[in-house]
């Protein structure tokens, strides 16, 4: 099935996400949507529940009237959600200190916008 791999100080088991892959190790059941939708939403088994057995992930499609535009979205879903379980952790990002020149144009950007704020007081006469 997947190969094992270690990142970054774990292991992870690699599933395949193929859609022949994703056919043969998904369970796919039907059921009832639930909610606004009338007779036909009531009466017919139009969404789709997706079980990956490997991976225990779990996806239901309920939005479309169409049992099977509702197993594609699903089976899109559990690609994308197995993909996402899969990928490398993000890499850890650091903190740099600001360079001498960034730090005095900033100064200078502060000092200017004091001075045009500082123009548009009201000057009161007592």
């Known amino acids: ?10 292991v992870v088991k690699k599933h395949p996400t ?13 059921f009832r949507a639930s909610g ?10 139009t969404a789709v529940r997706v ?6 992930t779990t996806t239901t499609a309920t939005e479309h ?3 099977h535009q509702n197993r594609q979205a699903a089976m ?13 952790p993000p890499k850890t990002r650091y903190e740099t200190k ?16 004091k001075e045009k704020k500082q123009s548009r007081m009201r000057v009161r006469d007592y």
């Open 1 to 10: 099935q997947g190969e094992v791999k270690v990142e970054g100080g774990r």
């Open 18 to 30: 193929d859609e022949a892959s994703l056919q043969r190790d998904c369970d796919v059941s039907f």
């Open 36 to 45: 606004a939708g009338g007779q036909h939403r009531n009466k017919v088994e």
């Open 51 to 56: 079980v990956h057995r490997p991976s225990g």
């Open 65 to 67: 009237r169409s049992q």
């Open 76 to 88: 899109k879903r559990i690609k994308e959600k197995i993909d996402l379980a899969q990928a490398p």
């Open 98 to 113: 600001k360079s001498a020149g960034v730090k005095r144009k900033n100064m200078e950007s502060n000092k200017k916008n």
